[in-house]
């Protein structure tokens, strides 16, 4: 029994690296600040969880940590993510050329 | 077998450090460097969680705590800073 | 343990790579702190690697939040004080 748990806690873990490092290569390789945004954020809270189940799998004695870990990331994360988009579009950062469309630019044009 | 699943595990999120780091040197612009920032940050989580497995150390847990709330608090500070200069 | 110096040697080159940005980049002063942030984050990093989770607590803390954020705090206060 614990060697299953042991096993199924590793390919969680690989799992969730393969996560960070998707998340790493879309951080290189995307074309604008707003895609660098949504891979260096999503896929990395993504993958951070998935290491989290995965080591609470290995040590169930750690449990409550790494649920209060996750907890924390889950909130605060996509919050940052936000507010960092918010600034790079007011500082007027330039988009990519195959961006189709732009509801905060749209919204703050109609704005009085 | 476990043992080297986690040990390939370690290496796949040090190769994803290091692009993350590259994006930090090149990075044109501040925000990229921020985002770049934030991502080494949530990967450092991952390399506590190694070092605890490592160490067998329930305790580092707590520092990767505050490793979460400090980015949150690093990048809020920093995005106040490019929006409106304090 | 091989786990432990292959984390502590990727610590190491990023350590260093951070600390030459913090210093002798000219680009931008803004990025430069933000690169000396990096430097404790990943010193803290170390130091738990080398066994002290309390020191590594205060470093994480002080160093690369309440110093990072002063900094930042100091820039601006500077910056409006100039084109005032």
């Known amino acids: ?112 | 077998m476990a043992e080297a699943l986690v040990s390939l595990a370690a290496i796949i999120a040090g190769v994803a450090f290091l692009l993350v780091l590259w994006r930090f040197i090149k990075g044109p612009s501040p925000v990229d460097r921020i985002i770049a920032f934030d991502g080494l940050t949530i990967v450092s989580i991952t390399g506590i969680l190694f070092a605890a497995l490592a160490a067998e150390r329930g305790i580092y847990l707590d520092v990767a705590l505050v490793y979460a709330l400090l980015s949150f608090l690093g990048v809020i500070v920093v995005a106040r800073f490019l929006e409106r200069g304090f | 343990m091989t786990l432990s110096i292959g984390i502590a040697l990727l610590l190491a080159i990023a350590m260093v790579v951070s600390a030459i940005m913090a210093t002798r980049g000219r680009r931008s002063l803004g990025i430069s702190i933000l690169a000396a942030g990096l430097a404790s984050l990943l010193a803290s990093v170390m130091f738990l690697l080398l066994g002290a989770p309390d020191v590594a607590m205060t470093e994480a803390a002080i160093g690369s939040g309440l110093t990072t954020f002063l900094f930042f705090f100091v820039l601006g206060r500077v910056r409006r004080g100039e084109h005032d």
């Open chain 1, 1 to 112: 029994m614990g060697a299953i748990l042991d096993l199924i806690g590793a390919l969680l873990l690989l799992a969730g690296t393969s996560f960070l490092l998707l998340g790493g290569l879309g951080l290189v390789r995307m074309p604008d600040i707003y895609n660098r945004i949504q891979a260096g954020t999503k896929a990395t809270t993504l993958g951070t969880l998935l290491s989290l189940v995965g080591v609470g799998f290995l040590h169930p004695e750690w449990s409550l940590k790494l649920l209060l870990i996750g907890v924390f990331l889950l909130f605060t994360n996509p919050l940052s993510s936000q507010v960092l988009a918010r600034a790079a579009h007011r500082t007027g950062t330039r988009k990519s050329p195959a961006t189709v469309v732009d509801q905060l630019e749209d919204d703050l044009g109609e704005r009085p």
